[in-house]
């Protein structure tokens, strides 16, 4: 007599079953990750990965959050940044949908996508945090992953540009 609840697996020397009865958890807790960033379409600044120090062992342990002193200030001459994304749930997973949001960028969310990239160019000077969050095929979101990042000011907008553009002033119309 067939059986329904169960499915047999056999290998050259084991036999697995598989109960097809067992509970699934459809509200089961998982990330969004931020698999890589990337600056003018070829400097990796980011590749996937952030750690912390544990403190019983000194070893460095992965984490899903990004540590301060990991928030990168980046030169205004590569102000074009690239972030590609997953989420580890393995049901369907081409259908895994996206929604992410750049800080300071951003008026709000974008729309829900299976697009797992994103381009930003031209970005001004200033602080950004890039957010992700996934959507699976049941309607559950993800944890939020989040990578922040500083654009510097270009040289010509800086302290000792504006003070030297004050004394060539000073200089070429003789005001002092």
Known sequence: MPDNHHTYIYSTDKLYLYNND??????????ALI????????????????????????????????????????????????????????????ETEYSYFLKSNDE??????KRSDKEYTNLFKGSYAFHVKARNIYGTESLTATYRFV??????????????????????????
């Open 22 to 31: 067992y509970p699934k958890n459809f509200g089961n807790v998982y990330h």
């Open 35 to 94: 698999r890589k960033v990337s600056l003018n379409g070829d400097s990796v600044i980011f590749n996937g990965s952030f750690y912390k120090k544990d403190v019983s062992s000194s070893k460095r342990i992965v984490t899903t959050e990004q540590l301060p002193k990991s928030v990168l200030n980046i030169d205004y001459t590569y102000n074009n940044i690239h972030f590609e994304w997953s989420a580890p749930f393995f049901e369907a997973e081409e």
């Open 108 to 113: 709000g969310w974008s729309n829900w996508s």
């Open 151 to 176: 654009i510097l000011s270009p040289w010509y907008r800086t302290l000792w540009a504006y003070l030297v553009y004050i004394a060539l002033f000073y200089s070429l119309y003789g005001v002092l």
